[in-house]
């Protein structure tokens, strides 16, 4: 229950990023930001069991760890999962396992122009988060319509109906492929306990902050 709480708007929006306009397809290569993040934990997994090989970035060796423990490998070379934005040389690491199918970002405009350079011709870039101050980017549009590039959006709230996504991952969770994100004990509030989960969640690292409201 309380995985499912953390899981929901995540997964589909690492699910809508993955599949939505241009669905991923066994052997892409797919470039994740915020790895070691809710939605792009989701992500990666969900990418690594469809066939496709997932590269994520995050900020930290600490988070590279972290996602050892999800089996992903940090080690540069062809077979690397997950590049440290705190390398000098993150870039060629990216560059040396690219191009990529997919840039999934979720941290505004930081680093547009290296990710849509590490696409493959006929990629897309797709967003699922702004954050006020990175919103705006500058489009080479010439680029753009030679290379086949395509810009893409993922909204999770407000549609109809999910159910066909949590259908799609049920197999990848009832096999173990497909693990739920990291909560710890402590993370867990009761409703009493919103205003200290919400300062939490300003704080933890790679924990979801979870209200429990069962009794
Ligand atoms: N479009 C939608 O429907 C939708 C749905 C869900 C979420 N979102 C949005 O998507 C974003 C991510 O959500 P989440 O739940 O995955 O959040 P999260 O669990 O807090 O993960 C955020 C990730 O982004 C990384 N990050 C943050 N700032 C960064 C920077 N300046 N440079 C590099 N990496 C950075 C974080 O790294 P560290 O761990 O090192 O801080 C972390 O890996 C949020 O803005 C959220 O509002 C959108």
């Not at 496709?52 to 988070?63: F, I, N, Q």
Request: glycine residues 10%; proline residues 5%; contains cysteine.
């Amino acid at each position: 229950m309380i995985q499912g709480a953390a899981l929901g708007v995540p997964l589909i929006t690492a699910h809508l990023a993955l599949f939505q306009t241009t669905p991923i397809k066994k052997g892409d290569k797919v470039l994740i930001t915020g790895a070691n993040g809710a939605v792009g934990l989701c992500a990666m997994q969900i990418a690594r069991w469809k066939g496709a090989h997932p590269v994520g970035l995050v900020r930290s060796p600490e988070s590279q760890e972290f996602l050892k423990s999800f089996g992903f490998n940090s080690q540069p070379g062809e077979a690397q999962n997950v590049v440290s934005l705190s390398d000098e040389d993150w870039k060629s690491q990216v560059k040396n396992i690219g191009p990529f199918s997919k840039v999934l970002n979720g941290i505004g405009n930081l680093h547009f122009d290296f990710f849509i350079s590490s696409l493959a011709d006929e990629g897309t870039y797709v967003t699922y988060s702004a954050p006020a101050g990175q919103r705006e980017v500058t489009v080479d549009l010439f680029q753009l319509y030679r290379r086949g590039l395509k810009l893409d959006g993922v909204m999770s709230a407000g549609k109809p109906s999910y159910a066909y996504i949590f259908e799609d991952v049920k197999e990848g969770f009832e096999s173990g492929a497909l693990k739920g994100l990291f909560i710890e004990d402590s993370a867990v509030f009761p409703l009493e306990g919103a205003a200290e989960a919400y300062r939490l969640t300003r704080s933890i690292k790679n924990s979801r902050v979870v209200l429990n409201l069962s009794p």
